[in-house]
């Protein structure tokens, strides 16, 4: 009767990571803090894009304080910080495809593709999702 809506991945380890950056599908990480204000506020529009884009992109959450090492490896100085982990864009030019010609591992490295702190609006998300290949059902 009524379906449950896709919410936001709360992530325990680092390491439950690498398989949804080994997807290719864009990976948007809410780096929160429990009882952070703003926290509170984007925690609804984190859950509502997990809903909107359930298959072309993995919208998670990590929350700084539970998950070692989480805050040190991305760099993040407060909460809510937000990461897009996504594939880099294949450039067009003639000089871009000779260089990567001999290197088979270019297009394979995930990159951070977009950074954002405090509360952002979810048109403004949802154009940085769309814009790295994620397509909402």
Known sequence: MFARRKKATPIKSLDELDPLVASGKPVLIDF???GCAPWRVMDGIMNVLAAEYPDSA?????DVAKVPGAAEKFNVRS???FVLLGRPQPK???KSKKANRNKPNSRNKVTSRWRANGL??????SRVLESNGARPS
């Open 32 to 34: 929160m803090q429990m």
């Open 120 to 125: 952002i609006p979810k048109d403004q998300i």
């Open 58 to 62: 993995n919208v998670v959450k990590i």
């Open 92 to 94: 067009n030019s003639a």
């Open 79 to 81: 909460t809510p910080t």
